[in-house]
């Protein structure tokens, strides 16, 4: 049975709780949070979905007001759609007709045909929402009542490429990265022949260095002061329809890594592109795909953040002693970053992680600073990937546990703390000769006339003891009572002793707290 949009999105509060209230307030959005959260929404997914219920084609307008109060209540800022620009046929026939990719849909559906692909949501034929998603007007509407609920709206920027049917290809071909007809015979996964006005020009895909291209997309030639205009009145445009965007891939066109690919050094895009951007529309928020040592780069270009894949990375490796050292660079890089466990890119987390490795690497990666990424399906649970070319879910019924150890993590996120000053915490052996503290990684968040969070995690596949360092400016009063907000269960201790030792712990494999500090 295919997932139903109720399904994906029920509308009773899906993680036990009642909903906390929220103001309605269609004049002014709430200021922006410092360490916001985002929920990526697949669109074309949702709304392949709701269409089998309805026996219609629907739109953005049929996303009810009871998805959004849910997404809204569950304390998310941001609702990343993605996935609402017109594509091309282009796209979808080359979907159609790759062997690899069709094997890969009938495993993960069993019944599977050919009504099931769209083609990428990355190859772009234009920067204006899917008609048979409604249109602009359609999404403006959307926006509207999401404004209602306090959440801002974020869509795609895909700046490196277009799909090879943009209108560009054939009146514009100068736009493009151009090669020959020895490298189309030598590379034909890079090249391609298009026909344009001014004849038969051979083009390249869309791709990084020596990675292979993608071969549903032209690659823009940023060398062209044309191009770098024509891309940045996309951006303006873009920004007409939402709050911020998500930028693909975003480090391609920095001009070293433009050159380093296709021997073209153009100038920096990005600068001029995001100021004339907020010129029009102070506020609008850029958030960056980046690589693994170009995140900094992105930062100094204008991006408010940048995506960590090296947390990601280390907390796959399962070792304390990197995560630490990932995390304890200067704040604004830490509070710039983007913390996520999973995307529409890669696999999902349930699957990536056995269950007590994913819920300590959640807890790491959504209580530090930063801009927390929820996936959408990650909250419930679900293991099975779907393929950016595709619009509909396999079946799944997600997995409990994870789903009750989300709620609880979503709540803590809640907590006022959670947007206060955030500071790593050292940690000590906790008997002599005893180096398992190394495994650990403590941290806090403490805001005035709040009880601070404490948090701690064993990394490691076996128990561990240490002794916590809580700042002493966090202690007050003669005792503490530490309530842990993922289990309930609460901890009196002497604040002597705190100020004196530390926090003794001594946690199971993967292990974990998050306590909120009570001085009584």
């Known amino acids: 049975m295919t997932p139903t ?35 990526q929404v697949n669109a074309r997914v949702v709304l392949a979905s709701r269409s089998r219920e309805l026996g219609r084609q629907a739109t953005v307008d049929d996303i009810s007001d009871a998805v959004i109060d849910q997404i809204a209540a569950n304390g998310f800022d941001w609702i990343w759609l993605l996935g609402v620009w017109q594509t091309g046929a282009a796209g979808r026939q080359f979907a ?25 949501s990355f190859a772009i034929r234009s920067y204006s929402v899917d008609a048979d998603f409604g249109g602009n007007a359609a999404l403006r509407r959307l926006r509207r009542r999401m404004r209602d609920r ?23 071909p100068e736009y493009f990265v151009r090669g020959t007809e020895a490298q189309i015979e030598s590379e034909p996964q890079n090249y391609m022949r298009v026909d344009t006005l001014e004849g038969i020009w051979v083009m390249a895909h869309g791709r990084y260095a020596s990675y292979p291209g993608c071969r549903d997309t032209l690659q823009l030639n940023y060398a062209n002061p044309d191009v770098r205009e024509a ?21 391609l066109i920095l001009p070293e890594v433009f050159e380093r690919t296709w021997g073209l050094r153009p100038e920096p895009f990005w600068p001029e592109a995001i100021s004339r951007t907020r010129a029009r529309y102070p506020g609008f928020l850029f958030v960056g795909e980046a690589g693994v040592d170009v995140g900094s780069a992105l930062e100094e270009q204008g991006f408010e953040y940048a995506a960590d894949q090296q947390l990601y990375d280390r907390l796959r490796e399962g070792r304390a002693r990197p995560v630490r050292d990932q995390i304890r660079t200067e704040m604004d ?7 996520f466990l999973e995307n529409h890119e890669g696999p999902r987390a349930a699957a990536e992680f056995l269950p007590e490795p994913h819920q300590a690497a959640a ?31 396999p079946d799944e019924t997600g997995n409990e546990a994870l789903s009750k150890f989300y709620e609880r993590l979503l709540r803590c996120l809640r907590h006022p703390c959670a947007q206060g000053d955030w500071r790593m915490l050292e940690c000590r052996e906790g ?54 907000l993922m289990d309930f269960g ?18 199971p494999a993967w292990g974990y707290r998050v306590f909120e500090m009570i001085s009584e």
């Open 333 to 339: 890089s830490q509070r710039r970053s983007v913390r």
């Open 96 to 120: 159609l007709g790759n062997p690899a990719w069709r094997r890969e849909y009938r495993e993960l559906l069993p019944d599977f045909s050919d009504l099931d692909i769209s083609g990428s």
């Open 431 to 484: 008997s002599d000769g005893n180096s398992t503290w190394d495994s650990y990684i403590g941290f806090a968040w403490s805001a005035a006339d709040q009880p601070s969070l404490i948090v701690a995690v064993n990394y490691a596949p076996h128990p561990n003891q240490c002794y916590l360092q809580i700042p002493p400016e966090l202690i007050e009063g003669e005792n503490l009572r530490f309530r842990d």
């Open 150 to 172: 306090g959440l801002r709206l974020m869509l795609d920027f895909v700046p490196n490429h277009v799909a090879r049917d943009h209108t560009w290809a054939r009146y514009h």
């Open 490 to 507: 609460a901890y009196p201790r002497d604040s002597d002793a705190i100020r004196s030792q530390g926090l003794y712990l001594d946690l």
């Open 231 to 251: 891309m940045a009145a996309e951006l303006v445009n873009i920004a007409a329809l939402c709050d911020g965007v998500r930028c693909d891939k975003a480090t």
């Open 363 to 393: 807890i790491v990666t959504f209580l530090c600073a930063g801009l927390r990424f929820i996936h959408q399906g990650q909250l419930e649970g679900l293991s099975k990937r779907i393929p950016i070319h595709l619009n509909r879910a």
């Open 5 to 39: 949009t109720r399904q994906l999105f029920p509308t009773r509060p899906k993680f036990g709780a009642a909903w906390p209230t929220f103001q309605r307030a269609t004049a002014e959005l709430r200021p922006a949070r410092p360490h916001p959260l985002l929920y």
